[in-house]
Nanobody
């Protein structure tokens, strides 16, 4: 059974940091393109970052470039999103996903999803 479970969300002040983790079970992450999406209240879901293992290609959405970092831990079968210099506009539910279309952009049309974890950035 394919399962993705996010953790690490929470409340943080502007300028702070959080690390999101996504644990995979029932399959190996290293066989899939992986990614993180987010959805803020009243807004559409948007891609944040993705990693395509076949050529080590990484994509970051413009709003998070230089602040967020995606990684994969094959030994733990997890993927992570390190988020630094957080801003109030980063507030959203964050979702990990596999089988993401990842290149010059990212799309989740054919992805499998975790349940999401809330990130709130506020003073």
């Amino acid at each position: 059974q394919v399962q993705l479970v996010e953790s690490g969300g929470g409340f943080v002040q502007p300028g702070g940091s959080l690390t999101l983790s996504c644990a995979a079970s029932g399959f190996s992450l290293d066989r899939h393109a992986i990614g993180w999406f987010r959805q803020a209240p009243g807004k559409e879901r948007e891609g944040v970052s993705c990693f395509r293992g076949m050529d080590a290609s990484i994509y970051y959405a413009d709003p998070v470039k230089g602040r967020f970092s995606i990684s994969r831990d094959n030994a733990k079968n997890t993927m992570n999103l390190q988020m630094n210099s957080l801003k109030p506009e980063d507030t959203a539910v964050y979702y990990c996903a596999i089988d993401v279309l990842c290149g010059l952009g990212m799309w989740g049309d054919y992805a499998s999803w975790g349940q999401g974890t809330q990130v709130t950035v506020s003073s």
